[in-house]
C-alpha cells in the first residue's frame, strides 16, 4: 500500500482536534477511520465514522474492524479522545473520576492494543496520543489533577509502548498541548487563558495537527512527548 493510501484511526474525531486531523490526513490523501460519541456518518468515501464511548472496549473493537473491512489495515492511530476536568481536588465526585478515567485511560488502552495488534500483522505502523502540557508543569490557578492522572500514565505508557515494539516496526509517540483555541473554551475566556502560557497567547488546532504530522513521518522517532504549549512545559513564569 502507497504512503497516500495509509489508513489513520482518529478518536474524539468529530470536532476541534480531532477534526483538525481527519482533514489534515485526508488532504494527505490516507483513508480514516474517525470516532466519537457524537460523530455522523461523513459523504467522503474514504472516512469511515463510527459513533461510540471510546472507554468501551466493544467501540474500540468495532474501530479496528472497520478500518479492516473497509481499508484493509490500520497503519496510524491518533487517540485524541480526552475529558478534561479542573476542579479543586476534594471537589472532584466519583462521576468526574469514573468518566475521565474511562474516556481518557480505557479508551486509550483498548483502542491501542487492538489497533497495534493489526499493525503488528502488517510490519508496523505509528500510535501517536494528545496528553497535556500540565502532565511536566502543573499551573497554580488551573488545579486539574485528574488530567495529571490520566494522560500522565499515558505519557509513562508511550514510553514504555515505544521501547517494547521499538524493533517491531511501531512508533509510540506523544504531543502534549497547552490550552488551544477549541469549541470547550468560550471566547470570553480567552484572555485569561492566553496569559497563562510564556508566549502570551493561546495555541491554534493548526499547531497540534502540524505536530501530528510531523511525528507521524518522522521514522526514526518514537517514545518521544513534544510539547506545543508555549512554553509553559520549559518552567515557572
Known amino acids: 500500500m502507497s504512503k497516500e493510501q495509509k489508513v489513520v484511526i482518529i478518536t474524539g474525531a468529530s470536532q476541534g482536534l480531532g477534526a483538525g486531523f481527519v482533514a489534515a490526513f485526508r488532504e494527505r490523501g490516507h483513508k480514516v477511520v474517525a470516532t466519537s460519541r457524537s460523530i455522523k456518518p461523513s459523504s467522503d468515501a474514504n472516512i469511515v465514522t463510527v459513533a461510540g464511548d471510546i472507554g468501551d472496549p466493544a467501540t474500540a473493537e468495532r474501530v479496528v474492524k472497520a478500518a479492516i473491512d473497509h481499508f484493509g489495515r490500520v497503519d496510524t492511530l491518533v487517540n485524541n479522545a480526552g475529558i478534561f476536568v479542573a476542579k479543586p481536588f476534594t471537589d472532584y465526585t466519583t462521576e468526574d473520576y469514573n468518566n475521565t478515567l474511562a474516556t481518557n485511560l480505557n479508551g486509550f488502552f483498548y483502542i491501542s492494543q487492538r489497533a497495534a495488534a493489526e499493525m503488528l500483522k502488517t510490519g508496523g505502523g505509528h500510535i501517536v496520543s494528545i496528553t497535556t502540557t500540565l502532565v511536566d508543569q502543573p499551573i497554580k490557578g488551573v488545579p486539574a489533577v485528574l488530567a495529571n492522572i490520566t494522560k500522565g500514565a499515558i505519557s509513562s505508557a508511550t514510553r514504555a509502548l515505544a521501547i517494547e515494539y521499538a524493533d517491531q516496526g511501531i512508533r509510540v509517540n506523544a504531543v502534549a498541548p497547552g490550552i488551544i483555541k477549541t469549541p470547550m473554551h468560550a471566547p470570553e475566556t480567552h484572555?485569561?487563558?492566553?496569559?497563562?502560557?510564556?508566549?502570551?497567547?493561546?495555541?491554534?488546532?493548526?499547531?497540534?495537527?502540524?505536530?501530528?504530522?510531523?511525528?507521524?513521518?518522522a521514522k526514526f522517532v518514537t517514545g518521544e512527548t513534544v510539547h506545543v504549549d508555549g512554553g509553559q512545559h520549559a518552567g515557572r513564569w
Open 191 to 217: 484572555d485569561f487563558l492566553s496569559k497563562l502560557h510564556p508566549m502570551g497567547r493561546m495555541g491554534e488546532v493548526s499547531e497540534i495537527v502540524d505536530a501530528v504530522l510531523y511525528l507521524d513521518d
